[in-house]
Structure formats: structure tokens, C-alpha cells
């Protein structure tokens, strides 16, 4: 599904740049009962993401700092989206250092596999945050530790705490 969108800010300290989807094209991935997409801005960039209610029957995707940089958004600025069905079992790259992590570690693979998609898909997005190979297992190590010390629950706070301290 391809539409033009422009670029906006809630300016609320919860969500800020997104774009709205419009309608059509939401109730169109709601009634295969699809949420998680791969959103491609101008030709230019791919990522995946999911589409977010904001309440009054507007829906929209986040565009984060990152993106907007290298393409050189502003608000306002308006560009083609093509959207379609994420098919992936994650909705994120799935790093090969949390693969390697959780192939080791058989008990901590079954504690991340129980969690939500939405948790799973937190540790998934800290985890690709890290550039550095060896950094990257170092966090994957502490995630899935942390499930260990937690009984299988993430506790943010804690975890963030540990994750900072390496």
C-alpha cells in the first residue's frame, strides 16, 4: 500500500514525529489483523515497525531521530510511504549474538521465548542497539541472566541499571 504522508509531532512527552496513516490503508492491514509493518520512506529507507492507535480513529507510525536525520526530515516535510505486511517472527533484525546467547543457553531460550512479542521485541531492540560484536553478546549475556534472576519477568528499571554497568 503506497500513500503520501507528512511529517508531524504530538509534542507530548510519550510520542513525538509519526506520521498518520490514513484509513483506507489502516483498515486494510487491521482486517487481516496485521499491526507489525515494514515502512519504506521515499525509496530511500526500509525499517519495521507497527502501526499505533492514537485514539479518534487516527492511526500512526513513529519515525524516530535516526531516521529523520539521514533522510533529512522536518516537520512537515512531505514523502512517499509504501507500507507492507512484516513477515518476520520478530518484527526487528533478530541479532547473532542473541541467537548464539539463547542457543547456550537452553533454560534462558525457553524464559525468552514465554515473554510477550512486545517484551521480546524490547531485548531485541537493545541488543541491536549496540554496534560492538563484543558488547553486543556482553548485553545479550546480562538480558537473558536478568530472566534467570527475575523468574522469566523483566524488570526495566534493573535491567536498564545492569545493562548501563557494562
Given amino acids: 500500500m503506497e ?16 506520521i498518520k496513516v490514513p484509513m483506507s490503508v489502516v483498515q ?3 482486517d487481516k489483523g496485521i499491526k507489525r509493518l515494514v515502512c519504506t520512506i521515499a525509496d530511500e529507507h ?30 512537515g516535510s512531505r514523502f512517499a510511504i509504501k507500507l507492507e505486511e512484516d513477515t518476520s517472527e520478530f518484527g526487528l533484525p533478530f541479532p547473532e549474538e542473541l ?5 547456550q543457553d537452553p533454560e534462558g531460550a525457553k524464559l525468552f521465548y514465554v515473554l510477550t512479542p512486545g517484551k521480546q521485541r524490547n531485548l531485541i531492540y537493545v541488543a541491536n542497539q549496540v554496534k560492538n560484536t563484543d558488547l553486543r553478546i556482553r548485553k545479550c549475556m546480562i538480558m537473558i541472566d536478568h530472566l534467570h534472576r527475575h523468574d522469566g519477568k523483566i524488570n526495566f528499571k534493573a535491567l536498564y541499571q545492569d545493562l548501563k554497568n557494562t
Fill in 3 to 18: 500513500f503520501t504522508a507528512k511529517l508531524e509531532n504530538f509534542n507530548t512527552a510519550l510520542w513525538t514525529y509519526h
Fill in 28 to 30: 486494510a492491514f487491521l
Fill in 46 to 75: 526500509t525499517f519495521q515497525c507497527a502501526l499505533m492507535p492514537a485514539g479518534d480513529g487516527v492511526w500512526f507510525i513513529n519515525i524516530n531521530k535516526k531516521i529523520r536525520d539521514k533522510l533529512r526530515l522536518t516537520e
Fill in 99 to 103: 541467537k548464539e546467547v539463547l542457543a
